[in-house]
């Protein structure tokens, strides 16, 4: 049993990156499953190749790691034609069961399996506060996170202390959505998004590494977490700061219909922009998890001070403290 390897599958995009800077920081040997390795290490990490649903040589690094988290998935930034549906659906639920069944084919499992999923299950939920026992929305997006913790919850691998966190609006510079709202508030485009009532669930993105780093070494965390962080805001309230932060006036908003036509240039969907959720860690508070960054203005701050100043590296040692 090696429990300093930690094997993340999927771990090539944004929290994935961020996540590997963590554990690396922390002394962790890093181990990613990616559908196309690149050439050579990056910054330690080694990368292994797999399909993201069939067992096949990649599931060997599993045996006798010390963690396995699971962020694979086709990103939700998309239109939403029957393919792409298809493909987000299918990409999170493969992967799901394969790697419960490369786990289970273990001789020696991992201590813990560390399962990604998010708040969209919670639909456009109004001013209804959303803690873990919310019942799902209505609508694509929560039909495909049901999708996914339904693989998760039916696929059981018994011995493997189990994880799993509904992930909100995940603020940082190096991906997500943040550069975007960024580019077109510096622009002079910052104003809120339709009505601007609609609720904005975040976090910080070294919280929420920090949340994924707790998840593994507290042996007590199990079950299901809301990774968001304790205070969401309206997307009128978040563009106001988002101003603020950035140096930029008033703007004024931008009419359902308008953002209808934007998404379709921009090839994603309006609903990702015109619906929210009030979602709050009430089990993470309970728990003793504390958050580096709880307000909105202090984690924009951070952001983009962060953005022009601090090395990865810097970054690693930092969140390893």
Known sequence: MDSNRVILAGGTG??????????????YEVVVLTRSPPAG????????????????????ELDGAGAVVNLAGKN?????????????????VNAVKGVAQAINA?????????????????????DRVCDETAPPGEGIPPATATKWEDAFNGSPTPGVRRVILRISFALGAGGGALPVLAGLTRWFLGGAVGTGRQYISWIHLDDVTRLFLWAIENERAEGLYNATSPNPVTNAEFMRELRRVLHR??????????????????RTEPVLALTGRRCVPARLQREGFTFDYPKLPEALRAVFAGAATESSQARAERLAR
């Open 14 to 27: 944004f929290l994935g990156r961020a996540l590997s800077d963590a554990l690396l920081g922390k002394g």
């Open 41 to 60: 290490a990056r910054d330690g990490v080694r990368f292994v190749q797999w399909d993201g649903k069939t067992r096949g040589h990649w599931a060997a």
């Open 76 to 92: 939700v930034n998309c239109r939403y034609t029957p393919q792409n549906l298809r493909e987000i659906d299918e990409s999170r």
């Open 106 to 126: 273990c001789q020696n499992k991992p201590l813990v399996l560390v399962q990604a999923a998010t708040t969209a299950i919670y639909g456009d939920a109004g």
């Open 249 to 266: 006036p008033w703007a004024p908003p931008t009419p359902a219909p308008l953002v209808r036509v934007g998404s379709f240039f921009m």
